[in-house]
T-cell receptor, first 110, second 117 residues
Framework: GENVEQHPSTLSVQEGDSAVIKCTYS??????FPWYKQELGKRPQLIID?????GEKKDQRIAVTLNKTAKHFSLHITETQPEDSAVYFC?????????FGAGTQVVVTP | GAVVSQHPSWVICKSGTSVKIECRSL??????MFWYRQFPKQSLMLMAT?????????EQGVEKDKFLINHASLTLSTLTVTSAHPEDSSFYIC?????????????FGPGTRLTVT
């Protein structure tokens, strides 16, 4: 089955700086890669996603890149703000099921 | 659009009893629903996939007789934790997919915090 690895596990950044989270996946058949933001005790919230036929996607301060050959994808958050502090999960869709990475705790300090 | 609700939002039960959690798609028909479990400071782990009108498919290591899943309609799936034990205490999250709109995106419910005493 699919295996998704996510790094780093924690990330502390100064407000205004950029944050980058990286994930790798194992199943070359995976074709959809969403990123979720989860606040404590809340549901995962989709912040951006990318399909396998696209290399990059951007939505305001958030961007995702996908390298199918290397089987890795990354989340980039620019101009970070304190409200960006949360746990971020990457995921890969394989055979109709989402496999999640272990998560990254992002802390944005003012 | 694409709202998924769960009930209850939290529940406390005694060891040995059963508890039922409901997952509803409010404004779309969910051809497939998924049940996840999330322990503190851990990731979401898929427990089972349920398709309306058919038996659920459980992930390896998940006891189907302990975690009963019923997907009787296109808007409702239930998870019953039978003979609950303290180690079953967790955050249970459902998600739903509307294959008619997108074969990819899953819409998550708000989760149910289960505490077994």
């Amino acid at each position: 089955g699919e295996n998704v690895e996510q790094h780093p596990s924690t990330l502390s950044v100064q407000e205004g700086d950029s944050a980058v989270i990286k994930c790798t996946y194992s199943d070359s058949a995976s074709n959809y890669f969403p990123w979720y933001k989860q606040e404590l005790g809340k549901r995962p919230q989709l912040i951006i996603d990318i399909r396998s036929n696209v290399g990059e996607k951007k939505d305001q301060r958030i961007a995702v890149t996908l390298n199918k050959t290397a089987k890795h994808f990354s989340l980039h958050i620019t101009e970070t703000q304190p409200e960006d502090s949360a746990v971020y999960f990457c995921a890969a869709l394989s055979w109709g099921k989402l496999q999640f990475g272990a998560g990254t705790q992002v802390v944005v300090t003012p | 659009g694409a709202v998924v609700s769960q009930h209850p939002s939290w529940v406390i039960c005694k060891s040995g009893t059963s508890v039922k959690i409901e997952c509803r798609s409010l404004d779309f028909q969910a051809t497939t629903m998924f049940w996840y479990r999330q322990f503190p400071k851990q990731s979401l782990m898929l427990m089972a996939t349920s398709n309306e009108g058919s038996k659920a498919t459980y992930e390896q290591g998940v006891e189907k007789d302990k975690f009963l899943i019923n997907h009787a309609s296109l808007t409702l799936s239930t998870l019953t934790v039978t003979s609950a034990h303290p180690e079953d205490s967790s955050f249970y999250i459902c998600s739903a997919r509307d294959a008619g709109t997108s074969p990819y995106e899953q819409y998550f419910g708000p989760g149910t915090r289960l505490t077994v005493t």
